[in-house]
């Protein structure tokens, strides 16, 4: 599973500030726990309680006491909806609707469209972009405001559609979000999950694979030379970060948690972990074990003993460490880890 979503998971700052009694509330609302049985719920379908979508409707609420004339928004955009998928596909029809393809239409293709585990996929690109962009701050905001979020959304629809042979709709949606998001991702590339996309100006090409966890600023490109046919564009791993008009030319590989320093024209493979720039990019240094630990790539070191939830190890028993482990934060986001595992732990890669 993605490290964002076990090792690091999205806890809303609201939490955090509330007193034991309040949190203890939220949590136990979420279910995450079933204390009759003593042990975890199996989470085995969508009706499990979904730890984003409930703090994200928690920072609507808050949001509509500040600013009570946001209220019919609100309402209608995230409180009123059944959950996070259907909610961000309101929004995003109502975005890119026109007089062939009104928002009802929009609507039902994706919801028809996507899987659960695009669902899941949707998920970790909304924590990402709460998580990694401070000017995004959370992620009601993300669901709501977020160009990078929706374009990969229209992405994954696409993909979808591009898979099931209806590529002239894909492409139709490819060409949307090129004029809505400024974004042109091709519907056949393969996009992981975790993704942050600062969508102005990127384009990936069609045979282009971007591993979890990568985050890709604006004016990116993974293109192809222009050279050859087939299989030609770049396979970037997961934990990789592509600053600002970085371009990666040719079917290389990214490694995991390489650093494409902005501006710089990569056309030769990049070595796990290793930091590269210029033009042409040459590697300039490689990250270390400490810059890692506050990045996305690897857990830090209160994350370390996280148990899993596997076959050696009962529920009771995952549950009395998750109970004995860790207090104040470290405890809250334990808590929610495995309230993401519930929702999301038996989904395919």
């Known amino acids: ?59 609507a609420l808050a949001a509509l006491e500040e600013e009570p004339q946001a ?24 975005e890119i609707e026109t007089e062939l393809m009104p928002a009802t239409s929009i609507k039902s293709l994706f919801l028809e469209q996507l899987t659960r585990a695009d669902h899941r996929s949707v ?12 000017s995004v701050g959370n992620a009601l905001n993300a669901v709501l405001h977020d160009r990078g979020v929706h374009a990969l959304v229209c992405y994954r629809v696409g993909h979808r559609l591009w898979l099931a042979e209806r590529k002239g709709l894909a492409y139709y949606m490819q060409s949307t ?3 809505k998001y400024s974004s042109d991702i091709h519907p056949a590339c393969r996009l992981g999950a975790g993704i942050y996309l600062r969508s102005q100006g990127v384009v990936i090409g069609e045979t282009a694979v971007v591993g979890d966890d990568t985050s890709i600023m604006q004016g990116v490109t993974l293109g192809g030379t222009g050279k050859e046919a087939g299989d030609r564009h770049p396979k970037v791993g997961c934990g990789v ?24 024209i990569v056309t030769k493979p990049v070595p796990p972990l290793a930091r590269v720039s210029g033009v042409p990019a040459k590697i300039r240094s490689y990250r270390d074990g400490e810059e890692l630990k506050e990045g996305a790539l690897l857990p830090d070191e209160n994350t370390h003993d996280m148990p899993k939830k596997d076959e050696s190890m009962s529920d009771a028993e995952v ?30 890669e």
């Open 1 to 59: 599973m993605s490290l964002a979503l076990t090792s690091k998971p999205y806890v809303s700052s609201l939490l955090r500030d509330m007193d034991d009694a309040s949190l203890s509330s939220f949590l136990e609302a979420l279910d995450i726990y079933d204390d009759e049985r003593d042990n975890i719920n199996d989470g085995t379908s969508l009706d499990a309680v979904d730890p984003l979508w409930e703090q994200v409707k928690l920072e």
């Open 71 to 94: 209220g019919p928004q609100l309402y209608s955009l995230i409180l009123s909806q059944p959950d996070l998928l259907s909610s961000l596909c309101t929004i995003i029809a109502n």
């Open 241 to 264: 970060i592509l600053h600002d008009s970085a371009t990666v030319l040719g079917n290389i590989p990214v490694g995991d948690g390489a650093v494409v320093i902005a501006k710089s």
């Open 177 to 179: 979000v090129s004029s």
């Open 123 to 134: 998920s970790l690109d909304v924590m990402a972009a709460a998580m990694r962009s401070p």
């Open 319 to 348: 549950h009395d460490i998750v109970s004995e482990n860790g207090d104040g934060n470290d405890d809250l986001e334990r808590k929610l880890s495995f309230g993401y595992m519930q929702q999301w732990g038996d989904v395919a």
